[in-house]
């Protein structure tokens, strides 16, 4: 063993000689994240502040003037413009204005009659500002509505109070933390699995392959060392570099993330709500016995690098090999996002799933002893296993000394 | 002291164009000695079996078939323990250029279970004799093929190897630097070490190779002093020989 830590510790020696992978590797994430949340927290907040702070434009088109006045009267929140030439529907999409009412033209006359008034509103779904003026028309409607049927009651004689026969108030009875730890769950695993594949892949290509290409392999092979103490040492490297580059990375966004929420939701009871929730939720059993299902998948994935990259006689057939288990890395983790997976019987006993799996229900506090035990117990022995497949393999001359 | 004994290795190749797999006797039962104080000069032309040879004795590769051992250890049951007693170079060996000389030797010394101190004091006397001790704190990143092959020829003899094999060592390398090379090969031989050395350059084999074995065509010929080589051949220089051997086919074993 004290042969492979040997090993370990010449690759992080020469891993500590490239500042620029080092930088890539652990000080990239660790900025990058905190920056882009920031531009993105900055550009969301600018762009909603911006559009709170200025009026819609509406064009109204109200012969019998029944909502003109209170339309000018509003000048925070409304801007009547006059109708531009053309197709009203256009003028939306290229975002000359935000709103078009019609009012039918005899409104007026309707109202008085305590009929029914019709108007047609024409929006943009797909944009924030004529979606927010359409909610500032409702708010105005829904007052003005009210004024018209109190005033409708009052000469009939009867109780304003007819109009509201129930006042609801609503009070947000479930678990943030559970809404959040749900969540998180259902991405998490698919966070941790790419990472952990990802990170380690290039890394893995240069303890292998790439020893192979620059002939230093041969020199290593020439020691005293085994070749079971040197691979495991490649093992060792390969699976630290992926959990770290994974821990980095999550580590990172979640306090972005967080921060982004904390400060970013400027006030917002539910961000707030969010972000204690979730603290309260990761516990430290929780992370714990996540962080014990990532060490076998963490040295699953390990040695699949390991197996393609000793295999391979150069660093770009190395890198051909393993870059398609990126794909099948993500098709897993979008399995592992699918909503209801946690109800098919089978999966918890479907290698490397099943880690998704446990993890989600750790995370929405459905945790199952048993199907973690299975997770745990079966990715500890698929780990095993590749380990003893490619302590084989590299003692293999073919693999070896494939030119 | 090094002995093969009737060693066989194939490998199994593929053919591109028909699939076929094909098998290739790369050696064939190979017998020899290398005593200690003696250079073996190991001969051939390119893909004759010179480098399977010696990448088996260097416990690098298993022979199919046959025995060799070196000092007495047994390559195939006990492969570390023999490779601690090998200094092994090949001129496909890189060096790991993000390190300085140093401390690649430092670390080489660990794996070859050498103290660090005197894998340190060791490692600059060979750097020194090489003429890179000036050298030993840059990385090698910048090193010139010559300067790439000392390193690697002092990391070889880091752990003290009773048996050196070095497998072209001279190609690549200026006179001056193969001279050097030469000259610490004597060394070697005069310090009683078991030393074998393959090479293309013919007078280099005949000043310094105290016996001298053709490999050609997976088979030993020769296995003799050179000058001894000469008069059972008749003839005046190695390449000679290989013009004979190579007319004959390799069935003209001496």
Partial sequence: ?403 | MIRLTDVHKTFVVKDKRTRARRRIEAVRGISLEVRPGEIYGLLGPNGAGKSTTLRMIAGLMRPDRGLIEVCGVDTVGSPERARALVGYLSTDIGVYSRFTPRELLRLFGEFQGVEARVAERRGMHLLEELGLADFADIRMEGFSGGQKQKVSIARALLHDPRVVIFDEPTTGLDVLTAKTVLDLLRVMKAEGRSVVVSTHVMPMVEAICDRVGIIFDGGLHGDAPPKEIFARWGVASLDEVFFKLADAGGGGAA
Avoid at chain 1, 119 to 131: A, G, I, Q
Avoid at chain 1, 243 to 266: D, E, K, P, Y
Avoid at chain 1, 274 to 292: D, K
């Fill in chain 1, 1 to 403: 063993m004290n042969g492979a830590l040997l090993i370990l510790k010449k690759e992080f020696m020469e891993l500590s000689k490239d500042r620029k992978t080092l930088f890539f590797t652990f000080v990239m994430p660790l900025i990058l994240y905190p920056l882009m949340f920031l531009m993105l927290g900055r550009l969301g907040s600018q762009d909603a502040a911006s559009r709170a702070g200025r009026p819609s434009r509406v064009c109204l088109t109200d012969p019998s003037h029944v909502l003109g006045r209170d339309l000018e009267s509003d000048p925070q929140r409304f801007l009547v413009v006059p109708r531009p030439p053309g197709d009203l529907r256009q003028a939306i999409r290229d975002q000359k204005l935000e709103l078009a009412l019609e009012v039918e033209p005899a409104g007026a006359g309707k109202l008085a009659r305590n009929e029914t008034l019709e108007m047609t509103v024409l929006y943009d779904h797909s944009d924030e500002s004529s979606k927010l003026a359409l909610d500032r028309f409702k708010s105005l409607l829904r007052k003005q509505e009210s004024l018209w049927v109190q005033a409708r009651l009052k000469v009939l004689g009867a109780s304003p109070q007819l109009a509201v026969p129930v006042k609801l108030e609503t009070v947000e009875a479930g678990d943030m933390g559970l809404f959040m730890g749900k969540l998180v769950g259902s991405f998490l695993p698919y966070l941790l699995m790419i990472m952990m594949y990802a990170g380690a892949m290039q890394h893995g290509i240069y303890a292998t392959a790439g020893e192979k290409e620059r002939g230093t392999l041969l020199s290593l092979l020439a020691t005293s060392l085994s070749r079971t103490q040197i691979i495991i040492g490649k093992l060792l490297y390969i699976f630290s570099i992926g959990i770290l580059s994974a821990l980095i990375n999550l580590l990172s966004m979640a306090f972005s993330v967080g921060r982004l929420m904390a400060t970013g939701g400027g006030g917002d009871p539910q961000a707030h709500a969010a972000v204690t929730g979730i603290a309260a939720l990761a516990t430290p059993s929780v992370l714990g016995l996540t962080f014990m299902l990532m060490v076998p998948l963490g040295l699953f994935f390990a040695n699949f690098i390991l197996l393609g990259g000793i295999q391979a006689r150069n660093t770009l057939e190395a890198s051909t090999a393993l870059t398609p288990g990126i794909f099948v890395v993500v098709l897993l983790g979008v399995f592992s996002m699918a909503p209801g997976i946690e109800k098919m019987a089978w999966l918890p006993f479907v290698p490397v799933l099943n880690v998704s799996l446990a993890i989600r229900k750790l995370f929405s506090q459905q945790g199952n002893g048993f199907e973690y035990m299975v997770a745990l117990g079966m990715t500890v022995v698929l780990a095993g296993l590749m380990t003893w497949i490619s302590t084989r393999m590299l003692n293999r001359e073919s693999a070896i000394f494939r030119v």
